[in-house]
């Protein structure tokens, strides 16, 4: 993953940790998820309205 090993990504952890507290990862960990979604269903509304463009023209 990204080339990080499991000491890495602790360290990574341990420091999101001490800079945001234990009450704010779970709220900044869904929020990330909610617009990695939003994001993937972005780029599938774009794909099928290529195709649909793609299928009047033909």
């Known amino acids: ?7 890495e990504l602790l360290v990574i952890l341990l420091i999101a940790l001490v800079l945001f507290g234990a ?5 900044i960990g869904a929020g990330l998820g909610k617009g990695i979604r939003a994001f ?15 299928e009047k023209k033909a």
């Open 1 to 7: 993953m990204f080339g990080l090993g499991t000491q």
């Open 40 to 54: 993937k269903e972005g780029l599938k509304d774009e794909e099928n309205t290529k195709e649909e463009i793609g």
């Open 23 to 27: 009450k704010r990862l779970p709220e």
